[in-house]
């Protein structure tokens, strides 16, 4: 662990930015195009938190749309436990069972349905990926597939390539590795410098600001990475003022979570609201480079909702244990009962037994036998505020929403709105508005 915090707080160099804070807001404008309200809620403006930041040009209301945003560059996740037999277009089933089914006859190597297959949008990627002669041409190679996303740089206009190169780009070494995984699937690679430092210009952008973006079609969910150039720009807060959804796997709504007076900061989170401070913070330093250090990352009781709490391990105590301090990632933890002190290797030990003991049973449960083992064993090891728990009752949220009421016995319906209505309740206590897992809960979002 004490390597892991040390690793996470090395300071990660960024690539030069060729466009000043001005610059940029004028590129993004010609990127949204028909889409940029003629008196936007919004500026670009240079910010204290990181670099640039997006203002409020006036007083936002909560609940507010603030802004929809087209992609600049999408691309398949390609993640090997996902369904990768989705056409690289329109995202629909291409027919057929098998993967070589799925993909392009002229030899590409990337799934493409028959609508989309003659299309002009396809035609210039396929010709390339034949140029570059791929590999394995029965299989749908993942690393081929996701290089996808980076390869269609090459046909952005030249003030969308300003636009790319305007943001902020992290670099990695294993960022270039990504590039390094798609060269292996082809006899003809590219290896002109010049193309791989665009290529990896490019990944370190992707990695740096991409979202991934959901969206349901022919009945299952398809996840894209996508780059949002505006809504890349929202610096993070744990507690943020705006949140998103998507529209499509292309398009991204920003709204207002709680009223922005005019001049503020829009900020969105970067990690999911209900993960406790030490997760946020390994996730944040391992995947975007920094240590957050807002309000709530430095309230140990995170506007009491106890979301790291543990159960004291001091015989005959039961009262709840949370980290002395914030500020780093090794903290010690006190109860706040016997007042006793832990190290945290040992509470880190007890909250991945928690962690591993819930998931396996997200893993493998029914929602009955779940709905069973949160009301009856985990208050045997988990207080019910710690945030592993609220993961297993959102699961099961999602998962009874997903097949249906009629399925489920009057008192499973009941557990599952006294399970929404804790999770509501703790969202309230963040401050966190009407943010998307709010209106999801309440399924005002589909």
């Not at 969308?160 to 590039?179: G, I, K, P, S």
Request: aromatic share 8%; glycine share 4%; with cysteine.
């Amino acid at each position: 662990m004490a390597q892991m915090e040390q690793q996470l707080e090395q300071h990660v160099p960024q690539m030069a930015i060729s466009a000043s804070t001005q610059e940029l807001a004028a590129l993004i404008d010609a990127h949204l195009g028909a889409l940029r309200s003629p008196s936007p809620a919004w500026r670009v403006g240079d910010s204290p938190i990181s670099g640039r930041g997006v203002f409020a040009a006036r007083n936002i209301e909560k609940g507010e749309e603030l802004f929809r945003e087209h992609t600049l560059l999408v691309g398949p996740t390609a993640h090997r436990g996902r369904n990768l037999r989705t056409c690289i277009h329109c995202y629909h089933q291409p027919p057929g069972e098998s993967e070589e089914s799925a993909l392009c006859s002229a030899g590409c190597g990337l799934p493409v349905c028959p609508d989309c297959a003659p299309s002009e949008r396809h035609a210039v990627e396929c010709q390339l990926f034949r140029k570059w002669q791929p590999k394995h041409l029965s299989i749908i190679e993942p690393r081929a597939l996701r290089i996808l996303s980076v390869v269609r740089c090459f046909f952005l206009s030249e003030p969308q390539r300003q636009l790319l190169y305007a943001m902020q780009a992290n670099t990695d070494r294993y960022y270039m590795r990504e590039v390094q995984r798609a060269a292996e699937c082809f006899e003809h690679f590219p290896r002109d410098p010049d193309m791989l430092e665009y290529f990896y210009r490019t990944v370190c952008a992707f990695n740096t600001n991409a979202f991934e973006s959901r969206c349901h079609i022919d009945g299952q969910e398809v996840v894209t990475r996508a780059l949002f150039p505006l809504a890349g720009l929202l610096n993070h807060q744990c507690t943020p003022n705006a949140a998103h959804h998507f529209e499509d796997g292309e398009t991204i709504v920003v709204t207002a979570t709680e009223r922005i007076p005019a001049g503020a900061e829009i900020t969105m989170s970067y990690t999911k609201l209900l993960w406790s401070t030490l997760a946020r913070k390994i996730f944040l330093g391992m995947t975007k480079h920094f240590m957050c250090q807002c309000p709530r990352c430095q309230d140990p009781t995170e506007n009491g909702t106890y979301l790291s709490a543990l159960f004291c391990r001091e015989q005959g105590c039961k009262g709840l244990v949370i980290p002395v301090q914030t500020k780093t990632l090794q903290p010690d933890w006190r109860c706040l009962s016997c007042e006793n002190v832990f190290p945290h290797a040992k509470m880190a030990r007890y909250q991945d037994f928690a962690l591993n003991t819930i998931n396996n049973r997200i893993n493998t449960c029914s929602v009955r036998d779940m709905i069973h083992f949160i009301n009856e064993l985990c208050p045997r090891f988990c207080p019910p505020s710690n945030y592993v728990l609220i993961e297993a009752k959102l699961n099961v949220i999602w998962r009874m929403t997903r097949i249906g009421a009629e399925e489920y016995t009057p008192e499973e319906l009941a557990h599952k709105d006294r399970y929404r209505e804790e999770i509501l309740a703790i969202l309230h206590k963040l401050g966190a508005g009407e943010c998307t897992l709010k209106k999801l809960i309440n399924e005002e979002i589909q």
